[in-house]
């Protein structure tokens, strides 16, 4: 096969900065328990930035470069490896899950794959998606058949791009282990990139009683108008039963705490190498709840979301903010230019 146009972060020649360059990779052929996918369309992620402005400490040992980035993604299978199943056929539209794990250890076996040791991560440690073929494992392969079905073809293959970026809060927001999601609750959402819009989105159709998010961004505020969540500028004064934050503002945070209800329960969906302060008698006495996630933790995260992605049930189409080529990717990565939605780079045109 030809070699494709691909984006490649490297350390420049002084080895503190970090470059993006457009060179040709030939793509791997798929081995037997491998296909070999067209990308159809790929989004930028806040990681991707991070990677591209050398932010080490967000997230310091979990990529390595020089490395194509890229996990947001969906695409067509064009070849398959030899062992793999008929279930998947040539031209049938797929995504993965970003990571992979050796399927053998304790974790794997109860789908916490982020917490295998022997894990690859696409993007991130192996070749991801800022290229025209990428090569993935069938572990983790979902089909979205069922949503270019809904949709067509286009559209389908950019609403596929999203779910990697709705796995995060679903999965945060909805596993058992550490939560007891009912309907009616009221719920307060820090920030209105693509993952606070996720969290928004999947509380409101999970039967949030009311849905309230914070965004200082007012061409924002006008882009989500007609998001099914209210969007305002200000902390509000009433209390919540879940604050999530996608914004890593620590004095937006520290704020919040004091609107929490009783039992209520914070949830962390951003990265910081900042450090804050939360007053823990205020937890003591509110009987409050705070954690974070790193990536999605669930068995059933994928299958779930393209469910209610190919049944209409999700806004994901508002959330795209522009697509773009290889080449303006390229830029937007360099100038840190992230947008008011989710920039999907296109290969088969807008």
């Not at 990677?51 to 980035?69: D, E």
């Not at 062992?83 to 076996?109: A, D, F, L, Q």
């Not at 998606?129 to 089909?143: D, E, G, I, P």
């Not at 469910?307 to 773009?324: E, P, T, W």
Request: include cysteine; glycine fraction near 8%.
């Amino acid at each position: 096969m030809k070699s494709n146009e691909s984006i490649v972060l490297d350390f420049a020649s002084s080895g503190k900065k970090v470059s993006a360059k457009i060179v040709y990779v030939t793509p791997r052929k798929p081995r037997d328990n491998e296909v070999l996918i067209k990308v159809s369309f790929c989004g930028i992620c806040g990681s991707d930035f991070a990677m591209a402005n050398n932010s080490g400490k967000r997230y310091q040992g979990v990529f390595q470069l020089p490395l194509v980035p890229g996990h947001e993604f969906s695409g067509v299978i064009v070849e398959k490896g030899k062992t793999v199943s008929r279930e998947w056929e040539i031209g049938e539209p797929v995504i993965s899950e970003e990571t992979i794990g050796c399927g053998m250890c304790n974790y794997c076996k109860v789908g916490k794959f982020h917490f295998c040791t022997n894990s690859k991560k696409i993007g991130f440690t192996i070749p991801g998606a800022y290229t025209q073929y990428v090569t993935v494992s069938v572990n983790r392969l979902w089909s979205i058949k069922s949503i270019t079905d809904v949709f067509g073809k286009s559209l389908g293959l950019k609403l596929g791009a999203l779910i990697q970026p709705y796995s995060i809060p679903y999965s945060a927001i909805f596993d058992g282990s550490r939560n007891n999601w009912k309907p009616g609750k009221n719920i307060l959402v820090l920030g209105c990139g693509p993952i606070g819009f996720a969290a928004a989105d999947l509380c409101f159709v999970a039967g949030a009683a009311r849905v309230v998010v914070v965004e200082k961004d007012s061409e924002k505020i006008k882009k989500f108008k007609k998001f099914s969540a209210k969007i305002v500028s200000e902390l509000p004064t009433n209390k919540f039963d879940y604050i999530i934050d996608s914004t890593g503002d620590f004095e937006l945070i520290k704020k919040s705490v004091s609107i929490a209800a009783p039992f209520g329960t914070l949830i962390s969906l951003s990265r910081t190498s900042k450090k804050i302060e939360l007053d823990t008698e205020n937890f003591a006495r509110q009987n409050l709840c705070f954690y974070s996630i790193d990536g999605n933790s669930l068995l059933e995260t994928y299958p779930n979301i393209i469910q209610l992605m190919a049944a209409n049930r999700l806004s994901g189409k508002m959330i795209i903010d522009q697509v773009v080529s290889l080449q303006k990717a390229k830029t937007i990565l360099e100038k840190q230019r992230k947008g008011k939605g989710k920039i999907l780079i296109g290969f088969e045109g807008k």
